[in-house]
């Protein structure tokens, strides 16, 4: 259970379409249904409609999910003299889209199927005789131009002098008297209804920020998911060789280690340095591996005798992930940079244990997080890049065992490649979390950090929101 004070932690102003999308899957994770969510819209948008006192409607929908809450709404407002639903009877329509289409045949409304412009024509009367209309053809996913039978439908409803109340947002081109977002405004000017999805699915990670993953293209080539340069090992030799594992589970194409230690992995590139501990001495050969990396990972197993080395990695460094010995004053930035710390490692970077309550670890965490993102390893993981908070609870005690830790930090990297520092290290660290949860249930409290990999991809790569 969520206490009120959580509330601090919510984003507010536009919310852009990714995010939404994660909020939403997320919010179906626990427990609440698409379909659901669309009939608190829905109804919200009918509610709107009938403020202005219409006896006839004309509701434009598309294929999508916007298009869906066009028909909930067309089915509350099945009372009015005539409700006319215009919809695209060409191309795939969304799961829920379809499910609320078979609900309106059941209502009182006039549906008017389209496939091209001349059909478009052949309903033009309708335009004239509304009193309002409602603009449900594209929602926040669309891209690109507006394509036909919608973009007649857009030109025949400007032409037409009418309210017009745009769903979510407005179709590209159209004129809206009013635009009814839900949750968050999508845009600036949008009224708000609240479509009741819970404080947790936006302050917490959840199943739905897998969505914020890339798709690799179909032709890509080799690299393309990244390259991470991880630096770390001397006294300890098997953590930077965790995080480099973790880091090509989580997708890198690319992934080199330097370091004074060698463990044979086939699939990793071995950059070998001399001696027993990362000095000065190596610097030339590590700044140009930094010059060819996406991301640098540095600190596992590094030791408390290299800090001059990691602060001439962070200098040179565009991104990196700093963990472990490299949290230590002065604290190393990149240009843009994750620090990965435990409490002990907070408190050596910011002189303060951070507070056991977890609205008040939000808050210590925020204001700490001057120089990059900061992901605070804990029970519950707390992440922040200043501005924003969120929170994540995938874990099991199990994941006290060493190398957990690192891995969080190679995942971190592979994701750094492609996403924000913030956006990178809460994902790490819901997978991470995840993949203990699942390695645990297979080996419980004897779990090794090197038995989570193998369950990285599946769950980054095979994703369901509805997990």
């Known amino acids: 259970m969520t206490s009120n004070n959580m509330r601090e932690f919510l984003e507010t102003g536009v919310i852009d379409a990714a995010r939404m999308r994660a909020v939403e899957g997320n919010a179906v994770a626990l ?28 509701v434009l929908c598309g294929r999508g999910n916007n298009g869906g809450d066009g028909m909930v709404a067309a089915r509350y407002l099945q009372h009015l003299d005539s409700v006319d639903v215009v919809y695209p009877d060409c191309g795939s329509t969304t799961a829920s889209a379809a499910a609320e289409l078979a609900l309106l045949r059941h209502c009182s409304v006039a549906l008017h199927p389209v496939r091209c412009a001349a059909d478009v024509e052949a309903v033009s009367r309708l335009f004239d005789e509304t009193d309002i209309i409602v603009d449900a053809m594209l929602g926040t996913g669309a891209s690109g131009a507006v394509r036909e039978p919608l973009a007649s439908l857009a030109a025949r ?7 017009v109340v745009a769903v979510d947002i407005p179709t590209p ?10 949750h968050r405004p999508k845009v600036e000017g949008a009224d708000v209804a609240d479509i009741g999805i819970p404080l947790e699915a936006e302050i917490f990670t959840g199943p739905g920020d897998l969505t914020l993953v890339p798709a ?41 280690v330097a370091s004074p230690a060698y463990v044979p992995m086939p699939d990793l590139i071995y950059e070998r340095l001399e001696g027993k501990a990362i000095t000065a001495d190596h610097l030339e050969t590590i700044l140009s591996l930094v010059d060819r990396a996406d991301v640098v990972v540095c600190g596992m197993g590094l030791g408390k005798e290299s800090h001059d080395v990691v602060l001439a990695v962070a200098e040179a460094a565009e991104k990196a992930v700093f963990d472990a010995d490299a949290l230590a004053l002065p604290l190393p930035a990149a240009r843009k940079t994750i620090y990965t710390p435990h409490a002990g490692e907070f408190a050596r970077m910011t002189g303060a244990e951070p507070p056991a309550d977890l ?5 210590c965490v925020k204001a700490a997080a001057t ?13 922040s890049d200043g501005s924003r908070v969120r929170f994540n609870r ?3 005690p199990a994941m006290t065992t060493g190398g957990t830790g690192d891995l ?26 995840r993949a203990g949860m699942l390695a645990a249930e297979e080996r419980g409290e004897g779990m090794l950090a090197t038995d989570m990999p193998d369950h990285i991809p599946e769950i980054l790569f095979r994703r369901s929101a509805s997990e």
């Open 31 to 58: 427990g609440q249904p698409s379909l659901l969510m669309m009939e608190c819209a829905g109804r919200a948008v009918a509610d709107a409609v009938l403020a202005r006192g219409p006896s006839r409607v004309l």
């Open 157 to 163: 409803a400007n032409a037409s002098g009418v309210p």
């Open 173 to 182: 081109g159209i004129r809206a008297s009013r635009i009814l977002s839900f």
């Open 216 to 256: 690799r293209a179909s032709g890509a080539h080799k690299g393309a998911g990244g390259e991470v340069l991880v630096v770390g090992g001397g006294p300890y030799q098997g953590a930077p060789y965790i995080a480099a594992i973790g880091a090509l589970r989580a997708g890198a194409d690319i992934v080199r």
């Open 359 to 363: 609205a008040a670890r939000g808050r």
């Open 371 to 383: 120089a990059g993102t900061i992901l605070l390893k804990g029970p519950v993981d707390v992440v």
């Open 394 to 396: 995938t874990g099991t």
């Open 408 to 433: 969080l930090a190679g995942i971190a990297g592979a994701l750094f490649c492609h996403l924000p520092a913030f956006e990178a290290a809460c994902l790490a660290a819901y997978v991470n979390g």
